[in-house]
């Protein structure tokens, strides 16, 4: 379940509307900050205080210790970093942080209806679907380079959908390859992620880079669900 906070008018931006709807973003930093999870939202120059979405991160257990705002010349970048209640750390179950994905993407929808038709997630949550529908064979692009001796650093760009970032993290667990930290980027109709990973404490060789990436692979471009379950 998505907590959703109460609707008010605080998490409008600015008032003026354009034709061209900017591309939503939202992106997941774990490498940026030793000690906590760092949270970028970005609509063109849409977005208000995200008051709203702050509170909504709150019932999911979480502490936003610091909230940033950068205008230039791409938009309006909010930025939090957020930590566990709990622990006062920062946030490391890929559940818990495919929940803030998908709560902070639930908001921008209820807030900026105009966003369902430029995400992934319009589909299911949104007034309007995306026109376009993303080709998972064209798109999905799997690299694994060194990132020195003890680990490697995995790319993986592919279609948006919910629970992507869980199902990632656990294909390549699941190949026994640890997954040290990274960076889930939402953009649009498109997920970009980046994880530090390692094998035993080493990066990984050639034939488990292999292995990973004709997993991910495999899973990614089979069908997992239909459209009226989405």
């Not at 906070?5 to 600015?14: F, K, P, R, V």
């Not at 080493?202 to 990436?213: E, F, G, R, Y």
Request: glycine share 6%; hydrophobic share 40%.
């Amino acid at each position: 379940m998505i907590p959703k906070a109460s609707a008010t008018a605080i998490e409008d931006g600015n008032s003026q509307e354009t034709d061209v709807v900017p591309t939503p973003k939202v992106i997941i930093d774990q490498d940026s900050d030793p000690n906590a999870t760092v949270v970028e939202i970005t609509f063109g120059d849409r977005l208000g205080a995200l008051l709203d979405t702050m509170s909504a991160l709150k019932n999911l257990g979480l502490n936003v210790v610091k909230a940033n705002v950068v205008l230039d010349s791409s938009g309006k970048h909010n930025t939090f970093s957020i930590t566990k209640a709990s622990t006062g750390r920062k946030v490391e179950e890929p559940e818990l942080l495919e929940a803030i994905r998908l709560t902070i993407i639930s908001n921008l929808l209820e807030y900026h209806p105009e966003s369902s038709g430029q995400l992934a997630m319009g589909e299911a949550f949104g007034v309007e679907a995306p026109k376009t529908k993303l080709d998972v064979d064209i798109t999905t692009r799997i690299r694994i380079d060194d990132d020195g001796p003890d680990r490697s650093l995995l790319s993986v760009e592919t279609a948006d959908r919910p629970g992507l970032l869980v199902d990632l993290v656990k294909i390549v667990t699941d190949i026994n390859v640890a997954v040290e930290s990274g960076e889930f980027d939402t953009e649009g109709l498109l997920a970009k992620a980046k994880f530090h990973v390692n094998y035993k404490g080493k990066a990984l060789i050639k034939p488990l880079q292999q292995v990973v990436a004709n997993s991910l692979r495999y899973f990614l471009r089979r069908p997992w669900t239909d459209e009226s379950s989405f």
